[in-house]
C-alpha cells in the first residue's frame, strides 16, 4: 500500500508521479518484486510526511504498475492504471512500508433506458466543457469521453474535473451499483456553465494535482 497526497487515483485512468518518500519506494520496490499491484489511497493532509493509517482514506484504487524510472535524484518516476476500488480491512506496517488487506468494490451499472439517458446527457456536458476548457487535450479527452462503459465514462470525468482533493475522494466512495453516476453529471454540468462565464482571456485555474509528475508526491 501507498499513500499519496494531492491527488485521486481514479480506475481505468494512467497517472504518473513522483515516488520520493522512503516508505512509499519500500512498498513499490515490493510491488514491483511481485504482481505489480499496489493499492493506493489518498492521505487527508497532504503536509504530513509520515501519515499513520487513520490519517489515511479507507477507500483508495488498486493499480498496476505500467512503468517505473529511477531519476538521477533518488525519486522515482511511475505510471500507474488504476484497476478496481478497493477498501482497506487492515493496514499493517512490514518493513518499514505499509500492507494492506483490501476488498475490491466493483462498480456496476446494470443497462436501461434510464441509464442510457443519463449517460448521453453526461457525455454532451462533458465534451461542453471539455471544448470550453483550455486545460485539457481536446482530442485525447473527447476520445475517453467516448466510451461504451457507464462506470468507466464516470470515472474519466471525475479524474479529469478541476476539483479539489476531498471533493474528488467523494466521487471515488460514490461508488453505486445498478446506477447511472449522478453527482458526476451534477459537477460536470456546474463546471460546463462555469467554464461558459469565464472571459476567453482568462486561463481556467489549474487542478490542484496538476503537474504531478514533476513534484514528490507520495
Not at 491527488?7 to 512509499?24: C, D, K, L, N
Not at 503536509?47 to 529511477?70: C, H
Not at 469565464?198 to 514533476?214: E, L, V
Amino acid at each position: 500500500m501507498m499513500p499519496v497526497r494531492d491527488m485521486v487515483i481514479f480506475p481505468q485512468q494512467m497517472t504518473p508521479f513522483i515516488v520520493g518518500r522512503e516508505a512509499s519506494v519500500r512498498a513499490l520496490e515490493e510491488a514491483l518484486a511481485g504482481d505489480k499491484k499496489i493499492f493506493l489511497s489518498t492521505q487527508h493532509d497532504a503536509s504530513v510526511d509520515d501519515p499513520k493509517p487513520e490519517e489515511i482514506y479507507a477507500v483508495g484504487t488498486l493499480a498496476n504498475i505500467v512503468q517505473s524510472v529511477k531519476l538521477p535524484d533518488g525519486n522515482i518516476k511511475v505510471l500507474v492504471e488504476g484497476v478496481e476500488r478497493a477498501r482497506a480491512i487492515s493496514i499493517a506496517t512490514e518493513e518499514g512500508f505499509f500492507r494492506a488487506t483490501v476488498r475490491l468494490l466493483g462498480a456496476r451499472v446494470d443497462p436501461s433506458p434510464q441509464v442510457e439517458q443519463t449517460v448521453q446527457k453526461i457525455t454532451g456536458l462533458y465534451e461542453q466543457f471539455i471544448k470550453l476548457s483550455q486545460s485539457l487535450n481536446y482530442d485525447t479527452m473527447i476520445a475517453a469521453a467516448r466510451v461504451d462503459d457507464p462506470a468507466r465514462l464516470s470515472d474519466t470525468i471525475a479524474a479529469n474535473l478541476q476539483l479539489p482533493v476531498d471533493e474528488k475522494q467523494d466521487l471515488l466512495e460514490n461508488c453505486r451499483s445498478s446506477r447511472a453516476p449522478q453527482p458526476h453529471w451534477r459537477h460536470s454540468r456546474n463546471r460546463a456553465r462555469k467554464a461558459q462565464r469565464r472571459p476567453q482571456h482568462q486561463h481556467p485555474r489549474q487542478a490542484p494535482d496538476g503537474a504531478r509528475s514533476k513534484r514528490v508526491l507520495p
